[in-house]
């Protein structure tokens, strides 16, 4: 039984990911991403998902991994299209991360949320387009 539980601890270390630090920072216009990892062994990269709750997301991005296999690597990602959602100003959104391994298998982080800024010349500007659809 000992043996088991040794070469099932080994297991978990080699086979997952290790997300360190997952962190939202809204500002005027975007959201910026930033996640730090270790035990990237396999990894292609991570896919940016976001959505308007918990359990239904979409691809926002896809950010390569950075081959450098035994250390901590650190991620960003600014999310620019966020203004581009219908009502976003105010809105709650939400961001996960899909951790895609070079074999086709993935894994889920835990989700995140934020509430963007949208700046007011941004809005006007949206509304003036949509006089003249």
Excluded: C, H
Excluded at 1 to 6: D, E, Q
Excluded at 12 to 36: A, C, D
Excluded at 49 to 54: P, S, T
């Amino acid at each position: 039984m000992a043996f088991f539980a040794i070469f099932l601890s080994v297991a978990i270390v080699f086979s997952g990911v290790q997300i360190t630090k997952f962190s939202l920072e809204p500002g005027y216009n975007q959201v910026t991403v930033r996640w730090e990892v270790q035990g990237e062994a396999d990894v292609k990269g991570y896919e940016v998902q976001r959505g308007l709750n918990e359990r239904d997301f979409s691809k926002v991005a896809f950010v390569d991994f950075k081959q450098s296999v035994g250390t901590t690597n650190r991620y960003e990602y600014i999310d620019q299209s966020v203004f581009k959602q219908q009502n976003a100003n105010g809105r709650t959104y939400y961001y996960r991360l899909k951790v895609t391994r070079n074999n086709g298998s993935f894994e889920y982080s835990k989700a995140e949320n934020v509430t963007p800024t949208i700046s007011s010349a941004r809005q006007t500007w949206g509304s003036i387009k949509a006089m003249f659809r």
